[in-house]
């Protein structure tokens, strides 16, 4: 009944790295894969700011206006005086 003994495990070859994988560089692996899906979104959020068009204008602010290439065009309240 003991708890705490040997598991049998088969020899088992992953892409993930197989039973209890833990591997030498998790940090450094870990960091690359949050920089590359930063630079992803960044550049998602690039293409999204660039093609955002509102042919009718909203009933009230929208936060992302404040960014937005063609919002004064889109929304005659927001001209600049």
Request: hydrophobic share 45%.
């Amino acid at each position: 009944m003991g708890g705490g003994g040997w598991f049998y495990v088969p020899k088992v070859w992953s892409p993930s790295g197989g039973w209890w994988a833990t591997p030498k560089a998790w940090k450094a692996n870990t960091a690359a894969a949050f920089v590359a899906i930063g630079v992803a979104s960044l550049m998602v959020g690039t293409v999204s700011i660039s093609k955002e068009r509102r042919p009718i204008p909203p009933a009230w602010r929208i936060p992302s206006q404040s960014w937005a290439v063609h919002a004064e065009v889109d929304d005659p309240r927001l001209a600049k005086k």
